[in-house]
């Protein structure tokens, strides 16, 4: 959707469907840096300061969004006063990115996979949603490079969450059968594993 080291020529108003961001190494390696959904801007900082694009924007399931040509975004956020309202996002999206390196490198597997889903529940789900949420079109090459472990590493976690009967899985689907389970998985603290590979770990 958008190329890592173009010129911010435009910005895309994402209206349907979910996107990953990810930087692309000189060496090769894709680092993840965060999902999007609808109404999300992508590539509005190049926009903004006239840099080359730091990231690429992939699709992950069809995707509807509005191309916004640069110098009317400018003048559309100047005229309107709301400069400082993009500058509060980006801050917010880098408060994403800190937190998310942390959990990289604090919480176990589990923790970081149910968070990931949760963030994905999050993006595609209006409302406080149902309790039975289907997740679909993300491979888990993508989940593990979202959650920073290998596909066999993911594939395990998954186990782990099927037998707790939070989760079905199937071809590019992930069918979360209980949302109350799975914020439990998340809230995992360093460290500490649930009592029971049956159970997930009690709130606290």
Do not use: C, P
């Given at each position: 959707m958008?190329?890592?080291g173009s010129a911010g020529t435009h910005l895309l108003a994402l209206t349907d469907g979910l996107a990953k961001v990810v930087c692309r190494e000189p060496?090769?390696?894709v680092t993840w840096l965060a999902f999007r959904g609808p109404g999300?801007?992508?590539?509005?900082?190049?926009?903004?300061?006239?840099?080359?694009?730091?990231?690429?924007?992939?699709a992950l399931t069809p995707c509807t969004a509005v191309v916004l040509e640069a110098e009317r975004f400018r003048r559309f956020i100047e005229q309107r006063g709301l400069v400082m309202d993009?500058?509060?996002?980006?801050?917010s999206r880098l408060r994403e990115s800190d937190t998310h390196r942390t959990e990289l490198l604090t919480l176990p597997l589990v923790a970081r996979l149910a968070r990931a889903l949760l963030r994905l529940v999050e993006l595609t789900s209006s409302g406080d949603g149902p309790e039975?949420?289907?997740?679909?079109?993300?491979?888990?090459?993508?989940?593990?490079?979202?959650?920073?472990?290998?596909r066999n590493a993911v594939i395990s976690g998954l186990q782990q969450l099927r037998r707790s009967g939070t989760?079905?899985?199937?071809?590019?689907?992930?069918?979360?059968?209980?949302?109350?389970?799975l914020r439990g998985w998340a809230m995992a603290d360093p460290g500490i594993a649930p009592a029971s590979p049956f159970s997930p770990p009690a709130a606290r």
């Open positions: 958008l190329r890592q060496g090769g390696a999300d801007l992508l590539g509005e900082v190049s926009v903004f300061d006239g840099t080359t694009r730091t990231a690429e924007v992939v993009l500058m509060r996002q980006a801050l039975v949420v289907r997740l679909s079109g993300l491979s888990q090459a993508e989940i593990a490079q979202a959650t920073g472990v290998t989760v079905e899985t199937a071809h590019r689907m992930i069918v979360i059968k209980d949302m109350k389970a």
